[in-house]
Each structure stands twice: as structure tokens, then as C-alpha cells.
């Protein structure tokens, strides 16, 4: 979808953030603004980024080479005078150039948040599967919803694969305007800790801001240097949005909402939630694996959801809370409920009326665990683990999934996940020394698809058989070439070559 600009005067897109002029004029006109060298050119202006591998005012000469005009830079740059002196240009500095790639993005798509109903959804877990429920249930209230996270982003029958959970602030109001460009009036985003800390939602005044959970996570070298900083990142949500949202149960709830500007709801099993969730009942039939429970405090009722365990109750409440913040009726948050679809999120694959199969991208220990544990509050007859590890991480990582599996799944399927580089056989040794730890059952099958197939066919009744790790992912790296393979069609050749269709 082409998106047309007009042009701007560089003074129109800076008038947002301090800076000073160190040459040239801001009444030059640009026609859009670039954070990559390789885009810049005279009709554009270039805004140098410091990146975690890569730092933009390394490429000014190339960039003037190009017949870019305009710069804007945060740093001293030694050959800066002799670069610009020969030059036309126009040179702008100020202290965080992040920021102003927020503010000059905001502008050139003429403030496109402004027009939109924003929600901002943050946290460790339940970001993914909450946007999409608050989506369909306002779907069902006649809104057209787009979505912006982990997964993608979506507009209608449009998708567009992104690389981080919020993308940069520029490709942030490239798509809130194509959204609008499309008749779309709401847009639910998943609001990542590293958005907050490199200033990508910088600007953005969201309607609605939501905390879902806190554990430690994105903790290191180019994330964040300690926990303490990863909850205070979370926490600016709710210094930039009118209506905050509360997981009133999560340990870090309080410091979420002690320095928030916006008002306050809160939800959870705890007396003191605003909607207090009560009465959870865990519901297995064909096809169908989810929770029943209800809700006392500003809304009574009672709901039924298609994912299951107790952090689906807290996923679901979070939506039904913000929901009847907007207005949506209770028939439209029920409907939305029983039918919201989150691929690669405990999604159910109907292989047989004997034995449920369930797609989740649990990736690490804490999400292995969480929804292991879950899974055996539904007494199965056997939990099955099927999971890899990627190649080219951290150790730790496997060592302590190999360890999870074997404490939680009565059988594990060690397999491929995105070997990457690494020879999965390595990468399946490591696997084993956490299982070994335990007295965990577990068969290695390195070629995934064989792996699926053994878990489906000797799958027993009433087992609860979890393909761990793919999730939305339709590949499998190997020696840095993505391979499609998607579970589900994985799983429907499976089906045909024994006979089951």
C-alpha cells in the first residue's frame, strides 16, 4: 500500500524536540524522514540512530554522496566541518536522536495517532493472546481493529511481518496511518520494554494502557542491564496513556501504578480488583480445551473461554475490563470469548476425538513451565512435551527447558527447533543434560516432522500432546536459510500418510 506524503519544512517536523541548528535552514522541504543511510536521499531527511551494531552517523558522507540534504545528529562528529562546509545542507543536533525520529515520524504522517483509539498492551506474558481477544471483541462491537506485536502486524486481510514486538517509532506511524488509510479506527499494540527504553513509542498518548504480568526477562548484553530497569521501562506506559489497566495480583502491580498519570482499574483473583475473577472451572472436550469462570465487581457475569489454565482467565478479564471501559456490550465480550483465534498460542489442531493436540510458542523455561503446569490441572492421562532449542544461544536456555520437560511432561519428544548454525545434535546433547537431571521419560526424534508424527501416533486417550517452541513461526532455520514448514500442514500430511484422513 503506497502511503502519500506531502512535503514538509524541516521546522514543521522538529518543533517537537529541543535541538539546535548547526547549518543550513529549516525552511527546507522534505519528503519523508529515513533512519537507514541506504534510503537517504535529497528528497529526505536523515536522522542518525546509535544502534546496538550499527551507528547512522558513521554514514553521513555516504549519505551526502546520495544528495541527502538533511541531517540530524546527537553526537560530535570530527570530519562533521569538513563534510558539511563544500555542502548544501542542513544540520540538526540534539541530544537524543531516537526521540526525534519519533517526533519527525509523528509529523511527516501527520500525527495518524491522534485520529486512531489506541491501546497499549505490556508485560512478561500474555500480551500476544490478550490483543487478540480485545480485537475480536471489538470487532464484535462494530469497530475495525488493527493490530501491531508480536506476531505481526495486521490490518484487515493485510499482514505484515515485523522483527521486534513494537517496531521502530517511524514504521509505528507508517502503520497507524495506513491503518486509518484503510477505514481502521482502533489499534491494539503490543508495547515492548525496548520500546520504551529506545524511545520508539516516544510521543503516543494512548488511550488505553494495560499491565498484564512481570518476570524477569530481555535481561543482558543490548536489553536491559538489570531487572530493576526492564520494570521501570514497562512502568512508562502508564506515564503516556489516559486509561491504565491493572493486573492487581503481580508482585510489581504496585510499582506499575505508583508513578501512572493515568486513572486506574484493576483486575484479578484478589478481593481488592476493581473486576474480580472467581469460580474457575477447567472444561476438556473434543476440539474444545478452556476455562469457565466469573467476574463480581463492576462487571458480574459469568464467561467462557477457548484457551485454557488460569493465566487465560487473567488474559480474558484484562480484555473484558478494557472492553467495558469503551462501551462494548456484554454479549459482544461473550461471542469474542468462546471464538477468539490466536495462532501459535495453546491453539488446538483437531487430529482425533481421543487425544488433544495443542501449538504453542513456548520458547524458554518460564513459558514451558507456566504452561505445563497449566496443563496439568486438566488431569490428563499423559502430557507430551515435544520441543527443541535454538541454535546459536544461550546454553542455559536448554539445559533448563530439558529440565522443566522432564519434571512436568510424563513424555518428552526431544527434536529441531531453528538450529541455526548449530549441528542439532549438539544442541540436543545440551538438551539432555537438564532432562537427565530428572526421572523424566523422553525419546530423541531430531527430524521434527518424524517427531510430530511419533507423538501423534502414539498418542494415548486422553493425552494432552503440545508441539512447544514454532508456535506462529512457518519455518525452520537451518545454516541461515529459513525452510518453510508449517505445524499445521506438517500435521495434515502427517494425518494423510497414515490413513487418519
Not at 297 to 322: M, Q, R
Not at 457 to 480: F, R
Amino acid at each position: 500500500m503506497v502511503i502519500i506524503l506531502n512535503n514538509k519544512k524541516v521546522s514543521e517536523l522538529t518543533d517537537k524536540f529541543d535541538h539546535i541548528l548547526i547549518k543550513g535552514s529549516k525552511d527546507v522541504l522534505v519528503k519523508d524522514v529515513v533512519y537507514d543511510s541506504r534510503k537517504a536521499g535529497s528528497d529526505n531527511a536523515f536522522v542518525c540512530i546509535i544502534g546496538a551494531v550499527t551507528d547512522g552517523h558513521n554514514y553521513i558522507k555516504s549519505a551526502i554522496d546520495n544528495g541527502c540534504k538533511v541531517f540530524v545528529i546527537q553526537k560530535e562528529i570530527e570530519e562533521l566541518p569538513e563534510l558539511i562546509e563544500t555542502t548544501d545542507v542542513t544540520v540538526i543536533k540534539t541530544d537524543n536522536t531516537r526521540i526525534a525520529l519519533a517526533c519527525m515520524s509523528a509529523g511527516i504522517f501527520d500525527y495518524p495517532a491522534n485520529e486512531l483509539t489506541t491501546i497499549g498492551i505490556t508485560g512478561t506474558k500474555g500480551k500476544t493472546t490478550t490483543s487478540f481477544i480485545i480485537r475480536d471483541i471489538l470487532k464484535n462491537h462494530g469497530s475495525k481493529v488493527g493490530i501491531i506485536g508480536t506476531t505481526g502486524v495486521y490490518m484487515g486481510e493485510e499482514f505484515f511481518e515485523i522483527n521486534n514486538t513494537t517496531p521502530e517509532s517511524y514504521d509505528i506511524h507508517k502503520y497507524f496511518r495506513m491503518m486509518l488509510d484503510k477505514g481502521i479506527d482502533t489499534c491494539v499494540m503490543e508495547v515492548s520494554s525496548q520500546a520504551f527504553k529506545l524511545d520508539r513509542t516516544y510521543g503516543i498518548m494512548f488511550d488505553y494502557g494495560l499491565f498484564t504480568n512481570m518476570s524477569p526477562d530481555h535481561i543482558g548484553e543490548n536489553e536491559h542491564k538489570d531487572y530493576e530497569e526492564y520494570v521501570y521501562c514497562k512502568s512508562l506506559l502508564f506515564k503516556q496513556c489516559k486509561h491504565g489497566i491493572f493486573n492487581i495480583d503481580d508482585k510489581e502491580a504496585e510499582n506499575m501504578m505508583k508513578s501512572a498519570v493515568c486513572d486506574k482499574h484493576t483486575y484479578g483473583f484478589g478481593e481488592m480488583a476493581d473486576l474480580n475473577i472467581g469460580n474457575v472451572d477447567y472444561i476438556v472436550r473434543p476440539g474444545f480445551i478452556g476455562i469457565n469462570f466469573e467476574t463480581k465487581g463492576v462487571l458480574n457475569n459469568s464467561f467462557e473461554v477457548n484457551t485454557p489454565g488460569k493465566f487465560s482467565a487473567y488474559n480474558a478479564t484484562a480484555a473484558i475490563l478494557t472492553a467495558s471501559l469503551i462501551g462494548v456490550e456484554i454479549e459482544d465480550i461473550k461471542e469474542a470469548l468462546m471464538n477468539t483465534f490466536v495462532k501459535g498460542r495453546v491453539e488446538p489442531v483437531k487430529v482425533s476425538d481421543k487425544f488433544t493436540l495443542l501449538i504453542d510458542y513456548a520458547h524458554n523455561a518460564m513459558s514451558m513451565e507456566s504452561l505445563l503446569t497449566t496443563i496439568r490441572e486438566y488431569n490428563p492421562t499423559r502430557v507430551v512435551s515435544l520441543f527443541g532449542c535454538g541454535g546459536n544461544r544461550s546454553k542455559l536456555r536448554r539445559y533448563e527447558m530439558g529440565e522443566i520437560s522432564g519434571r512436568y511432561a510424563d513424555l518428552s519428544i526431544i527434536t529441531a527447533d531453528n538450529s541455526r548454525y548449530e549441528d542439532v545434535m549438539d544442541i540436543i546433547a545440551d538438551i539432555k543434560v537438564g532432562m537427565d537431571k530428572t526421572a523424566g521419560e523422553y525419546v530423541v526424534i531430531p527430524d521434527r516432522k518424524e517427531a510430530i508424527k511419533y507423538s501423534i501416533v502414539n498418542a494415548k486417550e486422553g493425552d494432552i500432546v503440545l508441539l512447544l517452541g514454532k508456535g506462529h513461526e512457518t519455518y525452520q532455520e537451518i545454516n541461515g536459510v529459513k525452510n518453510h514448514f508449517d505445524e499445521r500442514e506438517i500435521i495434515e500430511d502427517i494425518l494423510k500418510e497414515i490413513g487418519w484422513k
